[in-house]
C-alpha cells in the first residue's frame, strides 16, 4: 500500500515560509519518484513539484518555480517540500504520491489525507 502521512501545514502570511513533510508508511520512498500536488477550493488537483529516487532530478510547476523546493531524506523515509515566498494562490490541501517517474502522469497508490496551506495575512 503506497500511502503517505502529510504533515507541517498551517497559516503562514503572504511572503512567509513553510516547509511541510510527507512520511512513508510501510514501505521504502527511496525505491520511488515522489510527486507533491495541492488541490484549492473549487479546483481540480495539480502536480506542484516532483523529484527522482536518487534525488538527482527535480521538476516544477512553472507557478512555483523559483519559490519551492523538493528534496528527500531516504534513511528518514520523508521527502520535504520547502515553500518560500508564499502567495494567496498558494492556498490549497496539498498531497505527495509515488509516481511511475519524474516527471510522470501516472501515480502509484493511494492519496493521503494531505496537510492544509493557507496564505493570508
Known amino acids: 500500500q503506497l500511502q503517505f502521512v502529510e504533515s507541517g501545514g498551517g497559516l503562514v502570511q503572504p511572503g512567509g515560509s513553510l516547509r511541510i513533510s510527507c512520511a512513508a508508511s510501510?514501505?521504502?520512498?527511496?525505491?520511488?519518484?515522489i510527486g507533491w500536488f495541492r488541490q484549492a477550493p473549487g479546483k481540480g488537483r495539480e502536480e506542484v513539484s516532483c523529484i527522482t529516487s536518487s534525488g538527482g532530478s527535480t521538476n516544477y510547476a512553472d507557478s512555483v518555480k523559483g519559490r519551492f523546493s523538493i528534496s528527500r531524506d531516504n534513511a528518514k523515509n520523508t521527502v520535504y517540500l520547502q515553500m518560500n515566498s508564499l502567495k494567496s494562490e498558494d492556498t490549497a490541501v496539498y498531497y505527495c504520491k509515488a509516481l511511475l517517474g519524474c516527471p510522470s502522469t501516472v501515480g502509484l497508490g493511494s492519496w493521503g489525507q494531505g496537510t492544509q496551506v493557507t496564505v493570508s495575512s
Open positions: 510501510g514501505f521504502t520512498v527511496g525505491k520511488y519518484a
